[in-house]
């Protein structure tokens, strides 16, 4: 089964929606971004448009180039007494410290849940508030299950591993240095991607009825594209396509914690 995030996204999103007129003010979204790459483009983009139909206000800040990491922390400080949320849209030039502008963003504006650590809570980092939204909708069981999570970077890789064990999965994390990968992913019950490899696991890398969470992200060719070939659906139970799978769903779970957050403020 081919999962469309469309409609799952949309169904929060109308929850949102109904949520943000029973507030006296619209909440107000920051999102930092620093020349910004095709995929940022593009999810920008989105998320500014899903934002604008739930009644979110945006402010995009785009930072010059030149930047360093002192003034992208002092910008960051200056934005929090004027909004409700703040983002910060990676990727960022290499010489600015990646680390120390996302420590900057306080635990009450951090719409993204850079410290989620497998506990249960209204704000999960999005990838993973996707991953939950399909699994209630669609019953998928973690408890027992062989989870192999291929990448190990901050927006996917880490915070999926800490979900899946929390559900009581048994996880494996693979990444380029994996010698035995291939053989790793074919006895995977559930296999979560975020390494950013075009095309990179295809159908005979993995098993009959396995539940595949495609939530990398990448270009090939002007279009975005994910880490499993498109004919891995012809085996899977669950497939999440790129473009129209994980991805509306983030959008919709990072408003919906920007909406939390602003309640708790």
């Known amino acids: 089964m081919i999962i469309d995030g469309k409609a799952l996204a949309q169904d929060i999103l109308v929850g949102v929606a109904r949520e943000v007129t029973l507030l006296p003010q619209p909440p107000r979204l920051t999102v930092f971004t620093c020349a910004p790459n095709f995929e940022t483009q593009k999810f920008l983009a989105l998320k500014q448009k899903r934002a604008g139909e739930v009644g979110v206000t945006v402010d995009l800040v785009t930072l010059d180039p030149t930047s360093t990491t002192d003034m992208v922390v002092s910008a960051i400080e200056r934005a929090v007494s004027n909004t409700d949320g703040i983002i910060v849209q990676l990727p960022f030039p290499t010489h600015i410290d990646t680390t120390a502008i996302l420590a900057a963003v306080p635990a009450t504006h951090d719409v993204d849940a850079l410290r ?22 669609h019953e998928v069981r973690f408890l027992g299950a062989d989870v192999v999570i291929v990448g190990q970077g901050r927006l996917v890789g880490k915070p999926a591993a800490l979900y899946a064990q929390s559900r009581g999965g048994h996880i494996t994390i693979v990444d380029r ?12 019950d559930i ?7 075009p095309g990179l696991v295809t159908a005979e890398m993995v098993k009959p009825g396995v539940v595949v969470f495609d939530a990398a992200t990448s270009e090939e060719g002007g279009v975005l594209v994910g880490d499993a070939a498109p004919e891995i659906a012809t085996v899977a139970s669950f497939f999440t ?13 990072l408003l919906r914690n920007l909406l939390n957050l602003s309640s708790r403020q």
């Open 116 to 137: 989620y650590a497998g506990e249960d809570t209204d704000v999960f980092p999005p990838v993973v508030g996707a991953i939950d939204a399909i699994t209630k909708r």
């Open 191 to 197: 296999l979560i991607l975020g390494a950013g490899v």
């Open 241 to 253: 396509p790129v473009p129209g799978g994980i991805g509306p769903i983030t959008i919709a779970v």
């Open 177 to 188: 240095d994996t010698h035995d990968a291939t053989e790793l992913m074919k006895k995977a």
